[in-house]
């Protein structure tokens, strides 16, 4: 369990083709200041009242990603700003693409990137409980939560980042309830999660997002609470 409150400081479905599943350091350019040689942990994945890591449909590899329950690596995240995440780039090829069918260029362009336990910090401007979806086997009960993320409580959600709480995190997370989370809206938050490229959504560029890239899942929540960030577990 991790500490209440600390002082405010400024499956391996993807197989050879993805770096993500054997571990090791990124290596390649950096973007922004994006870290250059960052852990990549291989994804820990269990199956969740009855559905697999992969979901029931759509991008089985996708799925997996979104659906990872590891803490960081050993526990530990690396400091990224979230301006550095909001300005990642992808390869336009692989918009609407599955996973497993990407050119392993892109593949290379992406993992650089992907599957990193980064820590950044943002307000949240929405909330939004999701339907169902094949990433939860349709599941009416375990949906996840949609956030944005950005840099001044006043922005529009076409400058921020689509951050996700997953049923399969805030069920050992005590505390993540409706209302704690949709009580985020306007604070300022330190997020803990997962770097993830969604291929899935193209068309919500300049709408309702900034990028397709995301923290999914997000692993710790903390407010900033009079200077302290002071987590939302109970």
Known sequence: MRAASRI???LCLVLALFAACS?????????????????????????FHGCPAGGDGGDQVLNSFKNR???????????VSLDALLGLTWPSSIERVHMDQWSSSDSRQVTQFEGVPVRTSGYIIGVKHEGTESTNCHAVDYRDFHMWLAASPSATKDQSMVIEVTPRVRDVRPGWSTSTLEGLVGQQVLIEGWTMLDEEHPEQIGQTR??????????HIEVNQGGSWTSIDQ
């Open 8 to 10: 405010l400081i400024p």
């Open 23 to 47: 571990g090791g350091d990124i290596s390649g350019p950096t973007q922004g200041n994006f870290p250059a040689n960052a852990s990549r942990p291989q994804p820990h994945e269990e199956t």
């Open 69 to 79: 329950i590891d803490d960081g690596d050993n526990g530990q995240y690396m400091d």
């Open 210 to 219: 900034e990028t397709l890239w995301e923290i999914h899942p997000i692993m």
